[in-house]
C-alpha cells in the first residue's frame, strides 16, 4: 500500500480544547470535519495517550480552534508537542473564553461543541459534536495541514494520525 495516497488527504491545522479540573486545556489536531448541517455536527479524532481525550470524556465539550497561516508556530508546538498532564498548555496564551469553554487567543476562528456520539478506534476516539457556538476572531487564512509541513517545515507528533515517523 502506497502511503502516500493517504497523506493527500486535505486536512485543517486545529487546536482542540476543553477542562481539565477547571483549568484549560487542549491539543493539536488535524482531523476535523463537518458531518451534518442541521444541526450543525462536527467530528475530530483525538489519540487515545492525549490527555485531551479523557478530558473531552470527562466533560462531554469541546472547541475546535482553527489556526491561520499567520499563527505562531510556537501555538502548534506548544499544543501538540507537550502534554497537559506536565503543563499548563494555556499559561502563555490566556483564553478566551467562548460558550464557557477555552479558545486560543490566537486562532483565526472556534467552534464550539457538545459531545453527543463517540467511536472507538484502536488508537483514537472520534468524538462526534453538535455546535453550542461558532464565530470568526480575525481574517487570517485557514492553515491547512500541507501549508503546515511545506511552508512552515513543522513535524508531526507521534500521536497524530498522519506521523510517518522521523
Known amino acids: 500500500m502506497n502511503k502516500s495516497a493517504i497523506y493527500n488527504l486535505s486536512y485543517g491545522v486545529y487546536v482542540v480544547s476543553t477542562w481539565a479540573d477547571g483549568k484549560p486545556t487542549g491539543c493539536t489536531a488535524n482531523s476535523a470535519m463537518q458531518i451534518t448541517s442541521n444541526p450543525a455536527t462536527i467530528a475530530i479524532s483525538i489519540n487515545h495517550d492525549n490527555f485531551t481525550n479523557e478530558c473531552i470524556k470527562d466533560t462531554g465539550v469541546f472547541a475546535i480552534n482553527i489556526l491561520g497561516e499567520n499563527c505562531d508556530p510556537l501555538v502548534i508546538g506548544n499544543f501538540g508537542f507537550k502534554s497537559g498532564r506536565d503543563c499548563n498548555k494555556f499559561e502563555d496564551y490566556a483564553p478566551l473564553i467562548k460558550n464557557f469553554l477555552p479558545i486560543v487567543p490566537k486562532a483565526s476562528s472556534y467552534i464550539t461543541c457538545k459531545v453527543i456520539d463517540k467511536m472507538e478506534t484502536a488508537t483514537h476516539t472520534v468524538f462526534l459534536g453538535e455546535v453550542t457556538d461558532a464565530d470568526v476572531l480575525n481574517n487570517d487564512t485557514p492553515m491547512t495541514y500541507a501549508y503546515y509541513h511545506n511552508v512552515i517545515k513543522g ?9 510517518q515517523g522521523d
Open 155 to 163: 513535524k508531526s507528533p507521534k500521536n497524530a494520525p498522519t506521523y
